[in-house]
């Protein structure tokens, strides 16, 4: 009973923590596709670092929701079957969450290349800003991101709003990107890598407490088995034998 009540509490613990981890996951990578899609200026076709995070979220899902499942359905007696579909469905989602995390960090690779690139061209392009007057530097303010010197504003404008040419007519775009397209580029892709390093700092700690959960339950039911299997042998060899006439 002993083993029992402490395979319990473990896997009890077990399923709490997955589901504690699961909402933390679906909570962090929403707060990230949060800020892709407000600070996104859609003038930029970049790497769609939105897949990763779809996935890693659909997986916080499926633990939270497996572990609530298992934690409601499951025998907390010794059950082979149960133990291993728990076994097999936190191995598969250990599993995707790893692909993930090699995903990330072969989109941070080619993000910091196309980083470097981009910070070259810029070197050889010769900027436009010499030529303009304070006058021409005020108007494409007001142009590109609808702020006006001249008036006392309370918030200067986001880069959100003077990276968003869409908005403008094609001539004013294109005196917009020329002005600060390069800039908002590098802006854009720093941001992104700052997404992508987070991210797989989440995937790498879910995977690392996946691995721990399921080294420790397969350990804890190997013994709790071998347990059982001693005490079935004891019971047969203190077993009276029948008396003989």
Known sequence: MANYF???????????????????????????????????????????????????????LLTCAFAIYFWIYM???YNGLQFIMFTLVLVFV???????????????????????????ESLTIAKIHNNLTNF?????????CGYDESILNLESPSSSQCCDFIKQDEETRN????FYGRDCRHLLINRNCSILHRTF??????????VFVITSIILYAKFLRKQQLRQQNSFVICKPSAPHD
């Not at 473990?10 to 800020?35: E, K, N, R, W």
């Not at 250990?94 to 070259?120: C, K, Q």
Request: contains cysteine; aromatic residues 10%.
């Open 75 to 77: 025998d907390y007696k």
């Open 201 to 210: 700092l989440l995937t790498l700690s879910s995977v690392i407490f996946q």
């Open 136 to 144: 021409n530097v005020t108007q494409l303010k007001f142009d590109c």
């Open 6 to 60: 402490c395979l319990r509490n473990l896997i009890l613990s077990c399923f709490v923590l997955l589901c504690i981890s699961g909402l933390i996951i679906c909570a962090v990578t929403s707060y990230f596709i949060d800020q892709i899609y407000n600070y996104d200026n859609h003038n930029y076709q970049l790497e769609n670092i939105q897949g990763p995070l779809a996935i890693l979220l659909t997986m916080g």
């Open 175 to 178: 005196i917009c990107d020329d």
């Open 94 to 120: 250990t599993f995707i969450e790893t692909s993930v995390g090699i995903w990330i960090l072969v989109m941070r690779e080619r993000m910091d290349a196309i980083l470097s690139t981009s910070l070259e």
